[in-house]
């Protein structure tokens, strides 16, 4: 059994469709510790008598390579996720108090930094197992 990830961030954010007409839809957000979860929103989308889907959408931070494009436009952000095989995901959001991207981009860093660490713990072990831990480069 494992535990769920710690939320650290969870709201409102638009994400551009990727059909024809490219509209931008609102998503519920919820940052974890392992990536991001996108939940369609059935209704008006304010937030009064909206209901969010239960299924939902998982961008792991495993799959993410970085947050690019931040633009700044009329009170919104503008920013887009580039996932590992290339896929771009645009999202927007208002500009007040911290804005996604920063938490996204932060988050993602934190999860790669931790990966970092975990695989030259276990290149180390592996190491000391054989004898040779003066040859292990970090």
């Given at each position: 059994?494992?535990?769920?990830a ?61 947050v690019?494009c ?15 095989a ?53």
């Amino acid at each position: 059994m494992t535990l769920p990830a710690k939320v650290m961030r969870d709201g409102l954010l638009e994400k551009r469709s990727s059909g024809l007409l490219q509209l931008w839809k609102k998503k519920r957000c919820v940052l974890t510790e392992e990536g991001l979860r996108l939940h369609d929103c059935k209704g008006n989308g304010d937030g009064s008598g909206s209901a969010w889907g239960s299924k939902a959408k998982e961008l792991p931070f495993e799959r993410m390579a970085t947050v690019d494009c931040v633009e700044y436009k009329r009170g919104l952000v503008y920013f887009t996720v580039v996932m590992a095989a290339g896929k771009e995901i645009d999202f927007r959001c208002p500009q007040d108090g911290t804005a996604w991207n920063a938490e996204i981009a932060l988050a993602l860093v934190r999860y790669k930094n931790l990966q970092a660490v975990q695989t030259g713990k276990n290149r180390y072990l592996s190491a000391a197992q054989l004898g040779t831990t003066k040859d292990v480069e970090f």
